[in-house]
């Protein structure tokens, strides 16, 4: 079971890209939860993630987010800008499979 | 322009958004207004109701104003009072912050904002009446002096708190017993600096600290505020920073909403009392004629242009994937798919066409062609020309959005059509490339 968080201001425009990710990890026959959170939710969230992923426009969370993942051990990105304008769910489900993996 | 200067500019945004993003004071603020968002919201389908423009139509006069006097309570309750909720809410989340019990700084906030606020209504030639705390002090006119005193009782309360100049129960005492003593000193020194600051402003300089801040701090910054320049620089900045692909909004809205909700809450209260909106510009000019025109840089036009009169592949798909989200106003795929980000193609209808719109939709409402958004609290997911109608209560307030859509995609059309030259020529050598490696 992977579980991967997205953060956005509000959770609101990640919310189409957990759908596209969801659809696709599905048609690879893997199991996974992903969910999207406003920012102030994203450091108790984390809690119960393997990855937390970033909207692009919110990039500058990143150092902050990061500071609070070292304490779970798990990786925080920025989500590639073009996959993310492209909704594209195999694009970035990769992206946090790498991550991930860098573990 | 090119990409390397792009990045160097980005490197310096990146930064100060996160700092003005995580700064304390601002995302308590945002927070604090958040508190008083679904309240905001009760109060103002009540306003709605009470206002529909057929009612005079279907219902006698008497009938009407009964109407009117039984929901007008629920805008008195929710923004009538707003400063109350925003002033707990500081004093909650600024104590929350410092991790330190929450719902006691957000209890010695109010009090505090309380000691400061006179118990006295004056109107002009009649005897004063005690023991009556003026609505409006509660509301709109309080609301800086409000922020000033939740801010400072905060950091009073939790200064002492840390400093652990609390009394301490022994083992044994039940934890809420042991909770509300441990409250007590903190809240007694805060409260008293309140108590000597009121007695020094109301005895010594006879006046109150309400008539002191509104007087020097609030009404200046509102009026500042509520002027076309300011609204301007506002727009050119978020528009500036969602081109480096940051969040905009949030970095602009922290700034300015304690001026722009002010001057809602000013025209919601004379609005319910005399249908007059004395202010063009607030938080719902900027949410719904900027915003709520299909997202941050009003992209539901860039959206329709494309569908209908472009041609390439690739614009068409970012657009059929922008469509659905951006009728609600989210309209990150088109910022980020078209893309418009670090896009030097796109940065000139990016900035021009918000600006112009917002200088077409201030000209119009000042001029009294279309009546300014009332303060009505309208959520900004909802659609173009309904969100419209909705904040001015009025068909005009619809119909200038569609002007203004179609501003837009003028503004947009020749930049997007030279995007669309360019890809269709790409594609068409790729699509060569393909059935030359084909054949």
């Known amino acids: ?103 | 322009m090119n990409q390397a200067l792009f990045e160097k500019l980005s490197k310096i945004l990146v930064p100060i958004a996160g700092k003005l993003n995580n700064s304390r004071y601002l995302q308590v603020l945002r927070d604090a207004f958040m508190l008083a968002f679904p309240l905001t919201i009760f109060g103002s389908i009540a306003v709605v109701i009470a206002n529909l423009p057929f009612l005079d139509k279907v219902m006698s006069e008497n009938s009407l104003n009964t109407l009117k006097e039984m929901l007008g309570v629920a805008p008195n309750a929710t923004m009538g009072v707003m400063t109350i909720f925003v002033v707990f809410g500081i004093g909650y989340y600024l104590s929350k912050s410092y991790e330190v019990e929450g719902v006691f700084g957000g209890a010695i906030a109010l009090a505090s904002f309380l000691l400061l606020t006179p118990f006295v209504l004056q109107v002009e030639g009649k005897e004063a009446v005690q023991g009556v705390i003026p609505l409006d002090r509660l509301g709109a006119k309080g609301m800086f002096l409000g922020m000033i005193t939740a801010f400072t009782a905060g950091e009073i309360y939790r200064k002492v708190v840390q400093k652990n100049i609390t009394i301490k129960m022994p083992a044994g005492v039940p934890p809420a017993v042991a909770k509300s003593f441990a409250a007590l000193i903190p809240a007694v020194v805060t409260l008293t600096f309140f108590l000597v600051v009121n007695i020094i402003v109301t005895q010594i300089f006879k006046t109150n600290m309400h008539d002191v801040i509104y007087n020097a701090v609030q009404a200046p910054l509102v009026g500042l505020g509520s002027g076309i320049i300011a609204t301007m620089i506002a727009i050119f900045v978020t528009q500036i920073l969602w081109f480096f692909g940051l969040h905009g909004q949030i970095i602009i809205n922290s700034v300015m909403d304690p001026i722009w909700n002010t001057l809602s809450l000013e025209n919601l209260n004379a609005y319910t009392k005399t249908g007059e909106v004395p202010h063009v510009v607030s938080k719902q000019f900027i949410e719904i004629y900027t915003v709520g025109m299909g997202g941050t840089g009003m992209t539901l036009a860039v959206i329709f242009a494309i569908l209908l009169f472009m041609k390439s592949k690739q614009m068409k798909q970012v657009a059929k994937l922008g469509l659905g989200p951006g009728i609600f106003n989210v309209n990150e795929p088109i910022i980020f798919g078209l893309p418009v980000v670090m896009n030097p193609l796109v940065i000139v209808p990016w900035i021009l066409a918000p600006m112009v719109v917002t200088l077409v939709t201030y000209l119009a409402m000042s001029s009294g062609l279309v009546p300014p958004p009332n303060g009505v609290a309208v959520p900004w997911t909802v659609p173009i020309f309904i969100n419209g109608i909705m904040a001015t209560n009025s068909l005009a307030g619809g119909l200038l959005q569609v002007v203004n859509f179609l501003i837009v995609l003028v503004i947009w059309f020749p930049f997007l059509k030279f995007i669309d030259r360019m890809n269709l020529q790409k594609e068409r050598e790729e699509g060569q490339d393909a059935a030359k490696s084909a054949s």
């Not at chain 1, 990855?51 to 990039?59: A, C, R």
């Not at chain 1, 989500?79 to 909704?87: L, Q, T």
């Open chain 1, 1 to 103: 079971m992977k579980r991967i968080l997205l953060a956005c201001s509000s959770g609101m425009s990640t919310s189409l890209l957990v759908t596209k990710m969801q659809e696709y990890a599905k048609s690879v026959g893997e199991e996974a939860e992903i969910w999207a959170v406003g920012q102030d939710q994203a450091k108790k969230e984390m809690a119960k993630a393997d990855v937390v992923l970033i909207g692009p426009q919110m990039s500058f969370l990143k150092g902050e987010l990061q500071k609070e993942a070292q304490k779970y051990g798990i990786p925080v990105d920025v989500i590639d800008m073009v996959a993310y304008g492209m909704a594209d769910g195999k694009k970035v489900y990769e992206q946090a499979l790498k991550l991930m993996g860098d573990k």
